[in-house]
């Protein structure tokens, strides 16, 4: 969908840690929630943490105490730090705002893999 772009996936070992980046234009950054989604083979897409424009923040129970979603204003950027991943955390992870995913509009992810 163009509006948000995700990087900063890879290859980790289990228990390390990546940082994923969303780059969002503008006009959504100032006034939507953004969310970060996973989808796992065989899997239906989940929620896995959400920022409000506020900076309030929420996450699925998977990954509360491990992963921490954050928003710098100046760059229009939403970030996901994930530490002491585990193999089930391998999946694509995508960003979104909630109304862009109800219409079915993804951009293409970022591949997050999980192995020794």
């Known amino acids: 969908q163009g509006q948000l772009v995700e990087s900063g996936g890879g290859l980790v070992q289990p228990g390390g840690s990546l940082r994923l980046s969303c780059a969002a234009s503008g006009s959504i950054f100032r006034i939507y929630s953004i969310n970060w989604y996973r989808q796992a083979p065989g899997k239906q897409r989940e929620l896995v943490a959400v920022v409000t424009s506020g900076g309030v923040t929420d996450y699925a129970d998977s990954v509360k105490g491990r992963f921490t979603i954050s928003r710098d204003n100046a760059k229009n950027t939403v970030y996901l730090q994930m530490n002491s991943l585990k193999p089930e955390d391998t999946a694509v992870y995508y960003c979104?705002?909630?109304?862009?995913?109800?219409?079915?509009?993804w951009g293409q992810g970022t591949q997050v893999t999980v192995s020794s």
């Open positions: 979104n705002t909630g109304a862009l995913a109800a219409k079915g509009a």
